[in-house]
């Protein structure tokens, strides 16, 4: 029987970087393209046909509008998420759709 994993992009990517990261196995969280979730997720789930969702950020736009800094940013943002969906297009992980990237001008307010 095939199983469907939801996967909430932002929150599981901001996790899996904290702890790659605590443990020296990438440098900062612009290295998650090259983290194998498909495998991740067959040896939890072993015997098991799985289909894998993940939702993400839609396309970032380019903002030259908000300053060179925030310009710089946003294509480093961009160039990351492309190879990231790329890698997650190759386990066979569709990817969708599903928030905005946002500007801000610094950490949000409580």
């Known amino acids: 029987m095939r199983k469907i994993v939801y996967i909430d992009g932002q929150n599981f990517l901001y996790?899996?970087?904290?702890?790659l990261v605590k443990?020296?196995?990438v440098n900062d969280k612009q290295e998650l393209n090259i983290i194998d979730i498909r495998s991740l997720f067959e040896k939890l789930f072993p015997n098991e046909e799985l289909e894998i969702r993940f939702?993400?950020?839609a396309k970032i736009?380019?903002?030259p509008?908000?300053?060179?800094?925030i310009l710089d940013k946003s294509i480093k943002f961009s160039d990351n998420l492309r190879r990231?969906?790329?890698s997650l297009s190759?386990?066979?992980i569709t990817?969708?759709?599903?928030?905005?990237?946002?500007v801000r001008s610094g950490p949000a307010k409580m």
Request: glycine content about 12%.
């Open 15 to 19: 996790k899996v970087s904290e702890i």
């Open 23 to 25: 443990h020296g196995l």
């Open 55 to 57: 939702f993400g950020v």
């Open 61 to 63: 736009k380019r903002r």
């Open 65 to 69: 509008d908000f300053g060179q800094e």
């Open 84 to 86: 990231f969906r790329n």
């Open 90 to 92: 190759k386990q066979d």
């Open 95 to 102: 990817y969708i759709e599903a928030g905005k990237f946002c």
